[in-house]
């Protein structure tokens, strides 16, 4: 029994080097970060408050202006994206959350560059704002079936608050990604991160704890 458990260990720590050795990594202002394969759940997409900024109106990498509006474009994850020109895309939320999703847009590469030049704020009053943290990114966005040849949904990024918040925006940032200094980001929307069960939360500290029983045993 213990041998099959041993054998059992060591087929998942070469699984495990395995698939960290194949997986993308991105050099962020925030550390090394592992992208995540796939697309990622969304909660509520925030609303765009200051369409009146907003300079374009894109798909994938063709401008499309006034069609549909920005206020459409930037309320929906709908492969249209906006781009500001006060460098700033404010949203808001009708439930404050800790934790939001970017989906970015793109009108020209670097990949993943293009996509990562933009950091996330929060607020409360739309007047004083607080950095959120950059702790995931999702290579596929949202759209799990995207348009033929489209790029502009990759990419999607995680921000974590200290708090709730109920405003959100993007502020284009050079250096986000390690040796790029752009910060026009185009945008396609946010949107609230999906909480995470209880039960599955509940799964997870078990296998946690089922782990740590397995390297005793061992």
Do not use: C
């Not at 700033?88 to 847009?105: C, D, N, R, Y």
């Not at 993943?112 to 950059?134: A, H, I």
């Not at 040849?149 to 990604?177: E, L």
């Amino acid at each position: 029994m213990k041998m099959k458990l041993v054998k059992l260990l060591v087929v998942s720590v070469v699984m495990l080097i395995g698939s960290t050795a194949s997986a993308e990594l991105i050099q962020t202002y925030n550390g090394p970060i592992t992208v995540t394969p796939g697309t990622v759940a969304y909660g509520e997409v925030g609303t765009l408050l200051n369409a009146n900024q907003m300079n374009g109106v894109g798909f994938n990498t063709s401008y499309w202006l006034g069609s549909p509006s920005a206020q459409v474009a930037g309320s929906n994850l709908d492969h249209y994206w906006v781009q500001s020109s006060t460098n700033e895309i404010k949203w808001s939320l009708t439930t404050p959350v800790s934790a939001v999703l970017g989906f970015a847009g793109t009108d020209h590469g670097p990949l993943p560059q293009e996509n990562l030049e933009y950091m996330m704020w929060g607020s409360n009053d739309l007047t004083n704002w607080s950095v959120g943290t950059l702790t995931a990114i999702y290579h596929d966005g949202w759209d799990a079936s995207p348009p033929a040849g489209a790029t502009d949904d990759w990419y999607a990024t995680r921000w974590d608050f200290s708090q709730n918040y109920q405003y959100f925006k993007t502020v284009g940032t050079p250096y986000v990604v390690d040796g790029w200094s752009d910060y026009d980001p185009e945008m396609d929307g946010i949107a609230a991160v999906v909480p995470v069960p209880a039960a599955v939360l509940l799964g997870m500290l078990g296998l946690s704890v089922a782990g740590l029983k397995l390297r005793k045993f061992a």
